[in-house]
């Protein structure tokens, strides 16, 4: 009666440890206890090995998938639960049919194993497509359109020729490397020559920053004045940016103030743009923050009794607001400009410092000094007490200078300064190693085109730009 079951394909379920196995029962053993599977899958997956033999203590559970059956049967057949017998006793059908109802109610299903047929065969196909319909009725779609994902997995059969060892000395000698490396060689050089064809027909390519769009030509030298002064500079775009005498800038500055440019507009402008860029030197956003209250940064501004001295108490002023230590040096004049005056009258309303003595001054090295001593109008000024006073402690001080609106004075320097402020368009300055800087200060075109300069903004989005020898 065991060789009734021979052939047959079944699932044998060993428990958590051993695992589910499924495959064709190839011998039973009555006196020993044991069934062997051939070709066997073991969770799903092919043993290395041929053949597997269990003992009736380690089978949890046997069931037996009558899939030749399966192929034949009709679609009323279909609903049917295959055959299940308990472990140990794989001959009794009596058991079998008590166990068919506990499986009808398992939550866990079988893994279908299809035999393989023939290639080309009807009967594959037939299993395929009785093995879904199946599967369907199981999942209670009736229509059986629907594979399980043991379908989709097991569906289709193991290739056999896959146990064979690939020869690869024999496909090796049918490979003409020659032949090969001679047809690539050509269409490479046929690709070579006809992309340097193309090269020469192919218009000048773009960055992806560019526009493709035909435009005019960029014309740099933007600005042209009836005078020069002898000294051209660019800014970062390329733009040229021409030097004037100072007759020519005091004749502008005079036309846009009979516009209205006022020297206070004037004062207030230049005031907020060069604290602008001293705030920069300091630090910026690095160094001034609330939680860096404890380490403001010191600044001396050099002012004289003359309006390039009322410019750094303007600055002087924005930075007490930007909460800066500010200390302002001017001596004390019996008579000043009426604009220092009232620019130092509004300086007194912040927290910052005046004095009018050296010796109030810090001994020990500040974050900036703002050179502001010069005057445009009288340079024998330099030669008093007290603007040599400021310019040696200056020096002594070892910290970085900012001079506003230097004068074009050939001779050297009082003060070396490491930045320089022009106003407007700069003035023809002596060669040093300070760096230029361009500030903006409100004049509209038609001003400039009034005393015979053809003007367009360098500035572009900024208000002070750098400057560089052409």
């Known amino acids: 009666m065991a060789t009734d079951w021979l052939g047959s394909v079944v699932s044998i379920n060993c428990g958590v440890m051993l695992g589910i196995y499924q495959g064709e029962v190839s011998s039973v053993d009555h006196a020993s206890q044991t069934i062997s599977l051939k070709q066997p899958y073991r969770n799903g ?4 090995v041929p053949e597997v ?33 308990s472990a140990g006793h794989p001959t009794q059908s009596n058991k079998a049919t008590n166990s068919t109802n506990e499986n009808s109610r398992s939550s866990t299903a079988p893994i279908t194993i299809l035999r393989r047929a023939p290639t080309g065969s009807s009967n594959s196909r037939g299993a395929t497509h009785g093995t879904q319909r199946r599967s369907g009725v199981r999942n209670g779609f009736a229509g059986g359109s629907v594979r399980s994902k043991d379908d989709e997995c097991f569906g289709e059969g193991t290739d056999e020729g896959l146990d064979t060892d690939f020869d690869f000395e024999a496909n090796l000698a049918l490979f003409d490397k020659a032949a090969v490396f ?12 006809h992309h340097s064809t193309q090269t020469e027909q192919k218009p000048q390519s773009y960055r992806h920053d560019e526009n493709i769009l035909e435009r005019k030509p960029v014309i740099y030298r933007q600005i042209k004045v009836p005078q020069h002064g002898g000294k051209e500079y660019c800014t970062d775009s390329g733009l040229v940016v021409p030097s004037i005498p100072y007759e020519l800038h005091k004749r502008l500055l005079v036309t846009a103030e ?13 005031g907020v743009c060069s604290s602008q860029m001293a705030l920069s030197l300091l630090g910026g956003p690095n160094r001034l923050t609330p939680k860096n ?8 501004l050099l002012c004289g009794p003359h309006i390039q001295g009322a410019q750094g108490v303007s600055c002087g002023r924005h930075l007490a607001n930007h909460e800066v230590e500010v200390i302002v040096f001017l001596p004390n004049f019996v008579k000043m400009q009426e604009s220092v005056t009232s620019e130092v009258s509004l300086y007194s309303r912040t927290s910052g410092l005046q004095v009018s003595s050296i010796k109030e001054l810090p001994s020990s090295p500040v974050d900036l000094v703002i050179h502001c001593l010069d005057s445009h109008e009288n340079p024998l000024m330099r030669e008093q007490s007290w603007y040599q006073s400021a310019a040696d ?16 004075n050939d001779g050297p320097q009082a003060v070396e300064a490491k930045w320089a402020l022009s106003l407007g368009l700069p003035l023809p300055l002596a060669e040093s190693e300070s760096r230029l800087y361009l500030c903006d200060i409100g004049i509209p075109k038609l001003v400039f085109q009034e005393v015979g300069i053809s003007y367009h903004s360098p500035f572009g989005c900024k208000f002070v730009i750098p400057l560089h020898p052409a």
Do not use: Y
């Open 45 to 48: 997956v092919r043993c290395p």
């Open 53 to 85: 033999t269990f003992s009736a203590m380690d089978i949890k559970e046997l069931k037996f998938l009558d899939i030749q059956n399966t192929v034949n049967k009709t679609s009323a057949e279909q609903g049917c639960a295959p055959q299940t017998i």
């Open 182 to 193: 001679s047809k690539i060689d050509g269409i490479k050089g046929h690709k070579a020559q």
């Open 258 to 270: 009979r516009w209205g440019l006022t020297v206070e507009r004037r004062l207030e402008t230049i």
């Open 293 to 300: 209250v404890h380490q403001r940064p010191t600044v001396v």
């Open 393 to 408: 402690w200056a020096n002594r001080n070892r910290a970085p200078v900012l001079s506003i609106d230097p004068p074009a």
